[in-house]
């Protein structure tokens, strides 16, 4: 019931909703009428809320308050009996609560309220409401808690047996009450002839099995000491299979002991292993495995798919063991879990006895049809009798009749065994989870599976239960081990540990139907996997792991990565309070070539963590520091980004500011990028020149040389605003290293493509330069070579043009799908001419060989091809390009020149040898216009043609691994359609396929396998003959094959006629009108082919689900 606080509310709604319960019970029967308790919505008293009854008007039974010293007082325990006496029931008009009793560390309370609904003959129904409510008032939203329930009316005749409901539910914030809004009619309550009430008074009784809860504060230390594992979504199967390899303590030793000094702590599986088990071992909360998974190679996704689980394991487990060789633990693995089986096949009539060792480290046990394990095992040993058809070959004594079968050489110490939940249904195609009853017993006996006695009694203890509930789409794992072998119990649901019965661990994971619940339905919960240790080694596999069995070295590096997290953790968490300046020096301005004074992708910042709250003076005595200059030798000038999207210097006055915090002086930038001024290292200066924020301004400059086209950057200077121009010459002529007389001129850079000469040097700086500005840039160059005509970029307004049109295009080959390329810096004005050009120098090649594509807008990839007399510029090239995306062009070198090719086509096709064995793939270039006898010509230059060959070919037209047809030389390649499966395959034409006679045919055949439309491999045409014998024809179809005769024995023939297959008999003969398409057909028929049923050989096509991809571990 989700209590609301409102109102009071209308009677009719009340009987309304009422009556909606009163459905929702009777169809829920006994599972609580599920809603009884979505009791939905809850009962609301007369004065719009509930009431807790504390013995005001109605008195609580006494019983119930004793219950701390009547029960057992762990308040963590996993179930409870309590009692709830409600006197003057009669009278009872709200809802009552019981006080509190404590199980899993939760208050659950009985709650109980009188009910009226309207009957099926609309009268109105007074009913008793009884419900069980878990953490009532409680706030939080995040907690869950599944429990199992008896409802009971207490009898008050001895004797008697109470009036029983039983509930299951999962308990959480939203539906925290469970029970039925009719637990009992209330006239049958009030009857004293039923015997539930005795003086107005009734007792109810709630007896409650919860499991522990989630999302609440759970110490699964404290109440198992262990801990449990973090889900990272769907990683339970992954957590509960760690849980049982930490708890086989003699691997965790060895995995302790495996050296990973050297090891990448972000790639080594050893090394997140070790981690994970020594939290395990150490840690009082749960411990997280996003290290581990990390380790593994994976992505986030996987973490997000339920894998195999024994896939799981036997991969793990393989990449532990190669991790162990040549090392002080080499061989654990074998020796804890490696066991043997004998194989053998066994003449009946002969002696002859084939027999071979293999090893395994887990067995797959069928449970289909199986009431336990033992049955399962004998079903494993069973021996197959191999007679008639299936006669083994026994060499030189020829097909023999023979008892196949398998028995156990020797068991491991520690046993692991897969029942086969998952099988595959031939019906349903696709795989099921089988839910029937299968039991297990804690002690087992393997000693009649043996081949001979073992040394040791093969009798083994359970220690591990891993259970799963949902079906095969997914679900929930959880395990339930038995730590130290003595029988005492806990479950690990990912990172909740708590204690539990052998009953709750063995007996309830069986599966089967559930009959406490009532339920018709087969109860998906159930073991999957069972882990045994044997008997004689208990104490060995499962020794006690103390601190001291753990390499010192391995406790330092683990705390020291710690350490370490602790100190990011504390930045992260303090990150706010602080901000990042990023300080561009001097240096970082020499040899740029583009707008302003540097890039900002390319620069190499040094960057200061610097607390908001610190004053500017800090930051400067921060800086000073670091660059190892005094204060007064350096000066900050902040880079602001000007209205015309320039980056440049702009005052900060020192006097007004020096003692303001950052967050201030920034406008709380982050990061805030400052330009650092330093004295000149060489210039013998005790500190920086004054600069005087009225009359002064800083000005930089840049010389352009026209002969090499760069840019070379030439220092900055204060200047007096009242100052000539003029005056800067020689000192910009010393700078350049040009003699002090040279004639030079000089523009103003004012933001991308805008550059202006200043004119009248002789005036003053402020009359020359509009808007001056701290930051301007001058760009000057010589005179004299202003106007040269031999330079291709004169001026530095032609360079600054150019420059505004250059982009880099990063070029990738067309034929190599992960190609990362290679960058070239182009003009934008370029043509198709002049960008070929370029490439092909880079690639060394001839531009016509070259064919270009470019880049598709909405996906990573080549789109259409440019064709070369493609008359517009690289700047259109580039249009469907997002901005800020790396420009790329797709290309790829032909073998024709790209105009000849743009007058062809181009064909994919296959070329069949002579073997039929392999295909080759062939890329053919006929003329647009062409037929299929230029296609055939073109083919002829690219193929070897057999010795004693025809010398001809044709071409075929193939769809579903079936002939369709065989196009005439004349038909134009317009008309081949490419579409869905179809494909074409050139092949040269047999010599004894040149001529067909009358009452000879080319048939086409191909191979399937059970059903028609399963074909596979290698489609041909076949010559036959009218009235040739079957077994004749069979015959020459081995030969064309090269099929071994053991094999072609298998082979069936069916003739396919519209989809439906005739097998035939050697004895048959050909009947050329079986092979003729049916007359009544009114669409493009489909000829009859001759097909060959078989087994497909091939190997299988790869899982193209990505959810059912192999798990692999890729470090």
Known sequence: MNHVTEPPTPDNHLELMDTQEEEVAEDGGGDGGGDGGGGGGGVISEGGEEEQMNGDAQEVSSSTTQHDTEMDEDDARSEAKFQFRVKDFSKLKDTMLSPPCYVRNLPWKIMVMPRTSQSQDRQPQRSLGFFLQCNGESESTSWSCNAVADLRLLSVRDGEPPFTRKIQHL?????????????????????????????????????????????????SKKHTGYVGLKNQGATCYMNSLLQVLYFTSQLR?????????????????????????????????????????????????????????????????????????????????????????VSYFKCKHVDYTSSRTETFYDIQLNIKGKKNILESFKDYISVETLEGDNKYDAGEHGLQEADKGVIFQSFPPVLHLH????????????????????????????????????????????????????????????????????????????????????????????????????????????????????????????QEVTEEDIPQE??????????????????????????????????????????????????????????????????????????????????????????????????LDLETELHKPLSEISDNSNPWTVFME???????????????????????????????????????????????VQELVPLLNERAGLPLSTELALFEEIKPNLVERLADLDRPLEKVLDELMDGDIIVFQRDDLLDDPSLELPSCRDYFRDLFFRVEVTFCDKTVPTDPGFTMELSQRMNYDQMARAVAH??????????????????????????????????DMLVCMKPRHPKKIYYQQLSIKINELENKRQFKCMWLGERMKEEQELVLYPNKNGTVADLLHEA????????????????VDISSYKIAS????SMSLDALSTAGTRSYRIEEIPPEDLHVAEDEMLIQVAHFHKEIFSTFGIPFLFKVKQGEHFSHVRDRIQKKLDVPDKEYEKYRFAIVVMGRPTFITDDEVVNLQEFKPHPNQTSLPAKPWLGLEHVNKAPKRSRYNYLEKPIKIYN
Not at 176 to 197: A, C, Q, R, T
Not at 496 to 517: M, P, T, W
Not at 608 to 628: D, G, I, N, Y
Request: with cysteine.
């Open 171 to 219: 308990f959480y914030s939203k539906e925290n009450d469970w029970g039925f809004s009719h637990f009992m009619p209330w006239n049958d309550v009030l009857d004293p002839e039923k015997g539930y009430i005795k003086e107005d008074t009734i007792t109810l009784e709630v007896w409650v099995s919860a499991d522990a809860p989630h999302g609440v504060s759970w110490d």
């Open 253 to 341: 030793m060895a995995v302790y002991k495996m050296p990973t000094e050297s090891d990448d702590s972000t790639k080594s599986v050893a090394l997140a292993l070790q981690r994970v088990f020594h939290e395990l071992q150490t840690s009082d909360k749960p411990v997280g495995t996003k290290k581990l998974t990390k380790s593994f190679g994976w992505e986030t996704l996987d973490s997000f798919m339920q894998h195999d689980a024994q896939e799981f394991l036997r991969v793990l487990l393989d990449k532990l063991e190669t991790k162990m060789k040549g090392t002080c633990v080499e061989g654990v693995i074998p020796r804890l879990f490696e066991g043997k089986t």
């Open 419 to 542: 029942l086969m939940r998952f099988q595959y249904d031939p019906i349903t195609d696709s795989n099921v989870k089988i839910n029937d009853r299968y039991e297990f017993p804690e002690k087992l006996n393997m000693d009649q599976f043996l081949q001979k006695p073992e040394s040791t009694p093969a009798t083994y203890v359970l220690h591990a239960v891993l259970v799963h509930s949902g079906d095969n789409h997914g679900g929930h794992y959880v395990v339930f081990i038995n730590p130290k072998g003595d029988g005492r119990w806990c479950k690990f649901d990912d990172d909740v540990v708590s204690r539990c019965s052998k009953q709750e661990a063995i007996d309830h994971n069986f599966g089967g139907h559930e009959d406490d619940l009532n339920l018709t339905v087969k109860h998906c919960t159930n073991a999957y996997m069972l882990v045994y240790i044997r008997e004689s080694c208990l104490k060995t596999v499962l």
């Open 554 to 651: 391995l406790i330092d590096r683990l705390q020291e990565e710690k350490r370490v997290e602790m100190i990011r953790r504390k930045e992260r968490n303090e990150a706010h309070l602080y901000m990042s300046v990023q300080v561009v020096l001097e240096d970082a301005f020499s040899g740029h070539q583009g707008n302003d004074l540097y890039d900002p992708d390319k620069v190499n910042y040094r960057t200061f963590r610097v607390k908001k709250s610190a004053t500017l003076q800090e930051f400067l005595e921060q800086v000073a520091e670091s660059l190892k200059y005094p204060v007064e030798q350096i000066r900050p000038w902040p880079l602001n980004l000007r209205t015309n999207q320039t980056n440049r210097p702009t005052l």
């Open 678 to 724: 330093t004295v000149p290292p060489d210039s013998g200066l005790k500190a920086l020149t004054a600069f005087d924020k009225d009359s002064d301004v800083l000005l930089f400059f840049k010389y352009y040389d026209p002969r090499h086209k760069r840019l070379h950057y030439c220092g900055h200077h204060y200047m007096h605003i009242s100052f000539n």
């Open 842 to 875: 880079r690639l060394d090649t001839d531009p016509y060989l070259l064919q270009f594509f470019k880049s598709q807008s909405y996906r990573d990839g080549p789109g259409n091809p440019v064709r070369c007399t493609y008359e517009g510029t690289l700047k």
């Open 940 to 955: 002829r230059k690219q193929v070897t043609l057999s010795e004693n060959g025809s010398g001809k070919l044709r071409l």
């Open 966 to 969: 065989t196009p005439p030389e």
